[in-house]
């Protein structure tokens, strides 16, 4: 079973990209879970959000605490929120940001793989909006390599529509832009 | 057989009512059952469902309103949490008394105070009372089931009862996981149409909720005690048709490694897979641990709950409420209340659990068990604690 952390802001769409992504996978045939942190959330707060994905059925039902995998949709949150706590050593971090792996992972002195990807700047480009949310879904599937990124195509259609291809775009140029350091 | 698909829990129970032909929802949203509200008042919005949907101005006009409907011979749905329940309290035993088969989801959170909008079962605890039966589920899967089901049992003849589907808030109604939806055709096949025993109508004028003194609200109550006690029989009989339809088989007490276990834990909803995790870590250590699952909280299945306590020697029950100066947790009083008869019962502790959205975690539930099997002299036995309460 892969566990991920989703950090971001109130508004930036995480909850969105973990229940895409869960909603995916299942379609894929996996199984999967994605819940937001409970409770109530404001607009530009701190903000986590959770996906399981496993191959059997998940029976448990309790918050992540040391996950796999940990996925930072806004930069600005480094220093402010504790973003590798409990990350598991050889776990993986995946930020949204135009800095290098290597400066990253001076910053949070995380031994483990560190990937990074301009997802905002691409968003920017691609969508015309810095909403990078699920454009680092990309990003997350090029780590992980659970599934196809063509998997996550129905959910992106049903729920963009007529902007659902350049969502689809955006997710394609992560995916092929991020620069992982093992 | 349904497409096993991936939804919000909340979204798909709401997608499952709109599968059972109801005539009339009154709805007040409320944290964490709003996306029910939200997603059925689209189902009747955009034209997939023929329904009417009430809006009302508070959870008392909710409850209010479907009953009404509900005796004029309406399908009837309502679904709320936490104060919203609180606040439709005084109309549930006049729903239950009129034997109106109205359906309600609650999506179960913290009543305050102090204010707290997470999942534990302290509003459903004080409407025991009230004649409903009330069922609980424990993943998305039991919910859509359920919330189906839900129908076919209130409204049978021999029931005619209100039914809550108790859904954990947040744990289970904000997940998104798999399951399979019924589709429109195999609901049709299974729930027949609402045929009332009564409605209210002008042409043919009936008295519903009538005014009783002492000569006869005694003999009223207890018909009314009899009817949710006769009822356990047909939810079975419903969860068997369930089963023989959806392959999905559902019982009033549901058990996991229960057989030759020394040691039980009893669950009432969405905790009960994460304590499962629990009795297989447990089992792997050479302990007989076992679960017991109640899905059936009133009518109360005393047998059904007996004949899986087996020889068990150490019963822990969890609780998600506490009854302040009481014996201690609603769930424990219940299950001693249950056992005190039997020559042979198991030594029964009690752990105060998941309170206002309070995480409780596999290595836990172990903890629990530890602390339990730890009880050589069973000074425990009896007693309850807050677990993991900071002091």
Partial sequence: MIEVRWHGRGGQGAVTSVELLAVSAIAAGKYAQGFPSFGPERRGAPVAAFTRIDDKKINVRSGIYEPDVVLVLDSSLIGLVPVTDGLKPDGKLIVNTPKTPEEIRRELNFQGTVATVDGTGIARKEMGVPIANTTMIGALLKVIGVMELDAMKDAIDRRFGRIAQKNLNAMKRAYDEIKILN | ?391
């Fill in chain 2, 1 to 391: 057989m349904g497409k096993r698909i991936g939804m919000e829990v909340a979204v798909a129970v709401a997608e499952a009512v709109g599968l059972c032909n109801i005539d009339m929802a009154a709805v007040y949203p409320i944290t964490p059952q709003s996306h029910i509200a939200e997603h059925l008042s689209d189902l009747v919005a955009d034209g997939h469902i023929d329904c009417e949907f009430v809006t009302v101005e508070s959870e008392h006009s909710a409850m209010s309103a479907v009953i009404g409907a509900s005796g004029a011979g309406a399908r009837s749905y309502t679904a709320t949490s936490s104060q919203g329940l609180m606040l439709m309290h005084e109309l549930l035993p006049i729903a239950s008394a009129m034997r109106l088969p109205i359906v309600m989801g609650i999506a179960n959170r913290a009543v305050s105070g102090p204010l707290n909008i997470l999942n534990d079962h302290s509003d459903i605890m004080p409407q025991r009372d009230a004649g409903w039966i009330a069922l609980f589920v424990e993943n998305a899967q039991e919910a859509v089931d359920l919330s189906i089901a839900a129908f076919k049992i209130a409204e049978h003849k021999d029931v005619m009862l209100p039914v809550s589907v108790n859904i954990d808030g947040f744990q289970l109604t904000h997940m998104v996981e798999p399951f399979e939806m019924p589709t429109q055709e195999e609901v049709n096949e299974f729930l027949p149409p609402f045929v009332p025993h009564a409605t209210l109508h002008p042409s043919k004028p009936v008295t519903m909720g009538a005014f009783a003194m002492s000569d006869y609200f005694t003999e009223i109550m207890k018909a009314k005690d009899e009817a949710v006690k006769a009822s356990k029989k047909v939810i079975q009989q419903v969860f068997d048709e369930w089963g023989e339809k959806f392959g999905r088989p559902y019982k009033l007490v549901e058990t996991y490694k229960a057989d030759d276990a020394d040691v039980m834990m009893l669950t009432m909803g969405s905790m009960g897979e994460t304590a499962q995790m629990a009795i297989d870590e447990l089992r792997a250590k050479g302990v007989k641990a076992g679960l017991v699952k109640l899905r059936l909280w009133r009518p109360f299945p005393f047998e059904e709950l007996k004949a899986v306590i087996g020889n068990a020697k150490k019963l822990i029950v969890t609780d998600r409420a506490c009854s302040f100066g009481g014996p201690g947790g609603p769930v424990f009083s219940e299950i001693k209340s249950a056992l005190y008869a039997e020559a042979r019962r198991p030594l029964i502790y009690n752990y105060i659990i998941g309170l206002g959205g309070r995480d409780v975690q596999v290595k836990e539930f172990v903890g629990m068990f530890e602390n339990v099997l730890a009880d050589t002299a069973n000074k425990a036995a009896d007693t309850y604690e807050f677990w993991g309460v900071r002091e």
